[in-house]
């Protein structure tokens, strides 16, 4: 049975996590748009170079999931804040298929955190939402300016 004490501690632990989670992701992402501006800037837009950036766009983003996996497989193998309820013996497919949900606010239901581990995908799922809405912003901001006839 589990003290009120080691509970705090859970919880101010997958604070940590989920803060440094949220920095570590928003910096990668704003470098990551940062670099698609410069490379856009003077580029000639065309369904190609669209394309490229939609590509890079998913690739900043599943890298990021891939970051709220490893802190899901940290947080319940190093940390023990708590697991996935329904997990299968694929833990690591596990962790991502879930911080893939989880990121896009999916969210079928099928692995369920616990314990202090609710607090992580908490704050995954606002992340992921502003992240998300973020690269949208950006690709209507690449595509704002240019006129239709050159897309």
Known sequence: M????SLDI?????????LV????????????????ARVSNGHRIS??????????????HLAEV??????YAVGTNV???????????????DFFYFA????????YGDLVPVGAL????????????LLLSWSGAFLFGVLRDVPARRR
Do not use: K
């Open 2 to 5: 589990q003290t009120w004490a």
């Open 10 to 18: 859970e919880i101010v632990t997958a604070a940590i996590l989920s």
């Open 21 to 36: 989670m949220l920095v570590t992701t928003a910096a990668l992402h704003y470098e990551a748009l940062h670099f698609l």
């Open 47 to 60: 369904r190609r170079w669209i394309v490229v950036i939609l590509a890079s766009l998913v690739t900043v």
């Open 66 to 71: 891939a970051l709220y996996a490893g802190a």
């Open 79 to 93: 940390l023990s804040l708590g697991g996935l309820r329904g997990s299968s013996d694929r833990a690591a497919l």
């Open 100 to 107: 893939a949900e989880t990121y896009s606010t999916l969210g």
């Open 118 to 129: 609710r607090l992580i995908a908490s704050v995954e799922s606002l992340n992921g939402l």
